[in-house]
């Protein structure tokens, strides 16, 4: 994905003061989560505050030059279904298009996904994609504090066993 200005690496606060980026269609996947991360951001930036906590829970299908296929997992039937109703759609498209100029007749489409499609490892919502990054990231401290030398020590000097690890993730 290419950006016409490097809005994605400014901070929060700094992005109001741009134009809107725009930018090519995805060809991977990971451009694909790129730009949707591009187009919440944008919801965001435009006070769209409703559209954005609808459509952050949205997985990645398909994202083509005339089709964006979002998809909600059977937890997020309800939000699926809030998020297919036209209005809602017809906002985003709007936002889509304005981002990927290259999709001015952009179909977009709302599917609520069944028990089998939800549960396969392929397309992860960003909430999903951030909550197994904290998870993994959570477990890998957890380990490096029980392998630390000095957690060793402790332990083995008064035959304790860890209960519970904190972190900051």
């Known amino acids: 994905?290419?950006?016409?200005?490097?809005?994605?690496?400014?901070?929060?606060d700094d992005r109001r003061e741009l134009p809107a980026p725009?930018?090519?269609?995805?060809?991977?996947?990971?451009?694909?989560?790129?730009?949707w991360n591009v187009v919440l951001s944008q919801l965001e930036v435009r006070k769209k505050v409703s559209l954005f906590?609808?459509?952050?829970?949205a997985r990645i299908l398909k994202w083509t030059k005339d089709e964006l296929?979002?998809?909600?997992?059977?937890?997020?039937?309800?939000?699926?279904?809030?998020a297919a109703e036209k209005d809602k759609i017809d906002e985003l498209r709007a936002v889509v298009r304005e981002l990927v100029p290259d999709m001015k007749s952009v179909k977009l489409t709302v599917r609520r996904l069944d028990a089998v499609e939800s549960d396969k490892a392929g397309a992860?919502?960003?909430?999903?994609?951030?909550?197994?990054?904290?998870?993994?990231?959570?477990t890998k401290r957890e380990a490096?504090?029980?392998?630390?030398?000095?957690?060793k020590h402790v332990l083995q000097t008064f035959g304790a066993q860890i209960k519970e690890i904190k972190t900051d993730v």
């Open 1 to 12: 994905v290419e950006f016409a200005n490097g809005v994605e690496n400014l901070p929060h």
């Open 22 to 35: 725009t930018m090519g269609i995805p060809a991977t996947a990971d451009d694909a989560m790129r730009a």
């Open 53 to 57: 906590g609808l459509f952050e829970h």
């Open 69 to 82: 296929e979002l998809g909600y997992p059977v937890a997020q039937h309800a939000v699926g279904e809030m």
């Open 124 to 138: 992860r919502s960003v909430l999903e994609t951030s909550r197994e990054h904290r998870t993994a990231e959570r």
């Open 144 to 151: 490096e504090a029980r392998e630390h030398p000095i957690t």
